[in-house]
């Protein structure tokens, strides 16, 4: 593995990715490659291979004992990957050497970039007015949750977010609705024990914000003046499968960089990706932007209607206080947004 991929530093970030839904942790390329590069793993491996060859007969004769067939079996499978060459494992300990300096000054240069991003999308993220009230009532919120279904998305907005100053369009931020505990019972969802236990009735929702990946009401989650309610066109295993797939990232931190390439942080949008991407007929394109590619809220909003892997099933708070439903939904929702891209 190290041999195949010590080049390919993409690949090399995504092994070095933790995959705690799996139980994988941080740094395990990292991990492999400095044992292969240890003075006494070499030595051990230098002794073991000396050792075969010097055996091999005595051990070919052991292949039908009943106790350690399995065994010989075994050595002899892996006897191949081991390098007789003492060079080979000299060469990888010098490049260890060199992977691991390279490594510590990036992942510096990425701690520090990170801070930065965090510290100022977090400010940005808490000013607003707090004295003014949300367009979104307690009344209209029912009316939403009414209709609302496991598997659906909720792109929402707020008038007086200092981050509308910032970030480009209208829409800026997503939801992933997973529904109550009952009716994720009914779809078959898959959670581990703790899950099941961290996520109560009124925990419907699935979204990344500043605090992580966590589950949260409806309440809080529409806190907002206006919202857009999508729903994927998919069949119930695959939205079973979807909603499965979302709570593995819950716990997981916010990422304020917005870099879709690695896993264990999540923007708000890159939750909604890894869930519903290559949900049955939903193929989820990302935008190259500033180096990176990700998929913002407005991103999300036209490849859902555009190729029709979503339905528009209600709009709230663009043009007054309405909430719309129906094919009027769908032209209020392109009305809200694209027609400043088409002035743009």
Not at 21 to 29: A, F, V
Not at 41 to 67: G, T
Not at 141 to 164: F, Q
Request: proline share 4%; glycine share 6%; charged share 30%.
């Amino acid at each position: 593995m190290v041999d195949q991929f010590s080049k390919n530093s993409v690949v090399v970030a995504k092994l070095d990715e933790a995959a705690p839904e799996y139980g994988i942790p941080r740094k395990q390329y990292t991990t492999i490659f400095k044992s292969l590069a240890r003075p006494g793993n070499i030595i051990a491996f230098q002794e073991a291979i000396h050792f075969y060859d010097k055996h091999r007969e005595e051990l070919n004769e052991l292949r039908d004992h009943p106790e350690l067939a399995p065994i010989v079996a075994l050595v002899a499978q892996e006897a191949q990957y081991v390098e007789p060459d003492p060079l080979y494992y000299t060469t990888r300990a010098v490049k260890f050497r060199l992977y691991s300096i390279l490594r510590r000054q990036r992942s510096g240069v990425h701690a520090i970039t990170f801070s930065l991003f965090k510290l100022s999308g977090r400010v940005i993220s808490e000013v607003r007015n707090q004295w003014r009230r949300k367009r979104i009532t307690p009344r209209v919120r029912k009316r939403i949750g009414d209709m609302l279904k496991p598997g659906d998305v909720i792109i929402t907005r707020h008038d007086d977010a200092l981050s509308n100053l910032f970030l480009p369009g209208f829409w800026l931020h997503g939801a992933f609705f997973i529904g109550g505990t009952e009716a994720r019972k009914e779809l078959g969802v898959t959670m581990t024990p703790d899950r099941w236990k961290r996520s109560g009735e009124d925990l419907c929702i699935l979204e990344a914000k500043k605090d992580g990946v966590l589950f949260r009401s409806l309440a809080e989650t529409l806190a907002v003046d206006c919202c857009v309610i999508l729903r994927p066109k998919l069949k119930e295993q695959d939205r079973r499968d979807a909603i499965t797939r979302a709570v593995t990232h819950e716990g997981k931190l916010y990422d304020f960089g917005f870099d879709f390439s690695r896993a264990y942080r999540l923007a708000c949008t890159e939750l909604i990706y890894r869930s519903l991407h290559d949900a049955g007929p939903i193929r989820l394109s990302l935008k190259e932007r500033a180096g990176r590619f990700g998929l913002s809220a407005e991103d999300l909003l036209d490849q859902a209607v555009d190729q029709g892997i979503f339905g528009v099933i209600a709009v709230y708070g663009v043009g007054g206080n309405k909430l719309v439903r129906g094919e009027r939904a769908k032209e209020v929702l392109m009305e809200s947004y694209r027609s400043c891209k088409e002035r743009s």
